[in-house]
């Protein structure tokens, strides 16, 4: 058998190559983990939540409230005011069914504070919104 000898250029362009994608290779950043968040379609009984005008409720660590609609005492949907930590996250001043679904959930976060409010004043008028404890 013969023997082959080794060309020196070709060898260490090999090396550069293998040693540059080992490089590239360990540089490359790990994504972060992605956070979901898991909304009960179908909520336990004792996990729904009415928060009334004048009443105020601390989201419990490590869970979320999931408002899904709104409504008031005076058969209408009325004026209403959701706000989480004193910021107005939703607003309606105008009549509608009794209670109004909304369109989309409004999630408000551990240790938030959901409050509820009648903008119009009216003494006859108690909005409320309701919705649900989710992890």
């Known amino acids: ?4 000898r080794l060309d020196l250029p070709s060898t260490l362009v090999g090396l550069g190559v293998g040693a540059s994608i080992l490089v590239l290779t360990s540089l490359a ?21 009415r928060i009334s005008e004048g009443e105020t409720f601390k989201v419990p660590q490590k869970l979320r409230l999931v408002l899904k609609a709104a409504g008031s005492t005076a058969g209408g949907f009325g004026s209403i005011d959701v706000q989480i930590n004193g910021e107005t996250v939703f607003g309606s001043f105008g009549a509608g069914p009794e209670l109004g679904a909304f369109a989309f959930p409004l999630v408000a976060q551990p240790e938030d504070v959901v409050s509820v409010l009648d903008p119009s004043g009216d003494p006859n008028v108690e909005p409320f919104v309701s919705g649900y404890l989710s992890e």
Do not use: C, E, F, Y
Not at 1 to 4: C, E, G, K, V
Not at 32 to 45: G, M
């Open 29 to 49: 950043t790990p994504t972060p983990p992605v956070k979901t968040l898991r909304i009960s379609l179908d909520p336990d009984a004792s996990s729904i939540v």
């Open 1 to 4: 058998m013969r023997s082959r």
